[in-house]
């Protein structure tokens, strides 16, 4: 037991959790905080979800900066507070971003040719602008400090190695909808694969590694046709919980993926297995 707590074990190392106010954010930084890690999450929303709330009034040990990742002066200045109020971060997690809700309007989640300019800008934005600066004031700090073991997690998609299966929204055009999952969240899940391999060759000399995990479909209360239509697809016959991925963030940030760097780790129940 002893051999395993040692391998996965984060005593007092500093994590910053990008979008950690959402739904799976919040479970990484509750699940750093069980690894012995002083969690900073950064997120756009104002307001705590519970989970991050209960944290916070349980007097864990968690910082809560709201912020945009995309406004580069803003990030800065947050950057630099968690730096001092915690440590310097060794672990980032770059989790934030958008998605297409079903229930967005209209427009972007409709036909390809009608994708809305500023809907791309934004899902482009959210997710690889954001890890761009947010990998930036990381690295930066870390060199600074003269840290010498890191770890980013660049958080993609199954919708980001393999195209989203329309035929599982068929339902919804069926029932008269022009429903298609669109193409600017793929675009930017699969931006994410190459930004790791870069970054990871660039910060390898400093002792930065840098992986991509890539998860599939969560349970969030989604209409019953579409939870039967992923279902049917996936080989494990389910969504994920929202847990389901903290065995895999906490392997990558901790030694016990020491020798990884570069690649890709897929969570997805085997939906890209076929
Ligand atoms: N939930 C899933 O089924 C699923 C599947 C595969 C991948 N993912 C990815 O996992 C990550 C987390 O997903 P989730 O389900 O927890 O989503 P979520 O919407 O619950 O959480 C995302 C968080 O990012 C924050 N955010 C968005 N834009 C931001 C910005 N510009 N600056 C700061 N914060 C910002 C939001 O406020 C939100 O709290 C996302 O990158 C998502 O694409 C999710």
């Not at 910053?16 to 919040?26: E, F, I, Q, R």
């Not at 699969?190 to 060759?201: C, I, K, M, P, Q």
Request: net charge neutral; charged share 25%; with cysteine.
């Amino acid at each position: 037991m002893a051999y395993a707590e040692d391998l996965f074990n984060l005593k007092d190392r500093v994590a910053v959790v990008t979008g950690g106010n959402g739904a799976l954010g919040s479970e990484y930084a509750e699940a750093f905080i069980k690894s012995g890690a002083k969690v900073a999450v950064f997120d756009i929303k104002k307001e705590n979800c519970p989970k991050i709330k209960k944290l916070m009034d349980d007097g864990k040990p968690l910082a809560y900066y709201s912020v945009d990742i995309t406004k580069k002066d803003l990030l800065q200045k947050a950057y630099e507070d968690a730096a001092s109020e915690l440590g310097t971060p060794t672990i980032l997690v770059n989790n934030a971003g958008l998605d297409s809700h079903p229930s967005a309007p209209a427009a972007q989640n409709g036909p390809f040719e009608d994708y809305p300019e500023e809907v791309w800008d934004a899902m482009i934005d959210s997710h690889l602008k954001g890890m761009l600066f947010m990998s930036q004031f990381f690295i930066k700090k870390f060199r600074e400090a003269g840290e010498k073991r890191g770890s980013i997690i660049n958080i993609s998609s199954t919708y980001g190695l393999v195209t989203p299966d329309q035929s599982v929204y068929e339902f919804r055009r069926k029932n008269g909808e022009q429903y298609f999952k669109p193409v600017g969240y793929s675009v930017a899940k699969s931006g994410v694969l190459n930004f790791t391999r870069w970054l990871a060759e660039y910060a390898a000399p400093f002792g930065i590694r840098v992986n991509t995990l890539a998860p599939g479909g969560v349970y969030a209360g989604q209409d019953k046709e579409f939870i039967r239509e992923y279902e049917k697809r996936t080989p494990l016959g389910r969504m994920a919980e929202r847990t389901d991925y903290n065995g895999a963030v906490i392997f990558l940030a901790s030694d016990a993926s020491s020798y990884m760097t570069g690649s890709l780790m897929v969570v997805d129940g085997g939906w890209t297995a076929r």
